[in-house]
């Protein structure tokens, strides 16, 4: 059983930064991709950020040039670095891992963690 544990979520105010991070612990033969999503209250869940196996990454376009996607490959560990942070950046965020075993690929969530972004 793979787990994700999420931190670095909290309450900042506007234009200020956040960093999150997710590490993956348990049996993990291999990560596809790594990334996070949110979802605002009432809204749906979407992707913020993800980053490949080969480094390669994809932003929300509310999101390019102020948001930072990292990962650790030998920590198993995702970063998301949030700067000028606005009041619509506010939701939970969730890590989102691709996990490789054998052919297949499998998805695992974090928990979420908030982020609060106060005007």
């Known amino acids: 059983q793979v787990q994700l544990v999420e931190s670095g979520g909290g309450l900042v105010q506007a234009g200020g930064s956040l960093r999150l991070s997710c590490a993956a612990s348990g049996i993990i033969f291999g990560i596809n991709y790594m990334g996070w999503y949110r979802q605002a209250p009432g809204k749906q869940r979407e992707l913020v950020a993800r980053i490949t196996s080969g480094g390669s990454t994809d932003y929300a376009d509310s999101v390019k040039g102020r948001f930072t996607i990292s990962r650790d490959n030998a920590k198993n560990t995702v970063y998301l670095q949030m700067n000028s942070l606005k009041p619509e950046d506010t939701a939970v965020y969730y890590c989102?891992?691709?996990?490789?075993?054998?052919?297949?690929?499998?998805?695992?969530w974090g928990q979420g963690t908030l982020v609060t972004i106060s005007s």
């Open positions: 989102n891992v691709g996990l490789i075993n054998m052919a297949t690929i499998t998805e695992v």
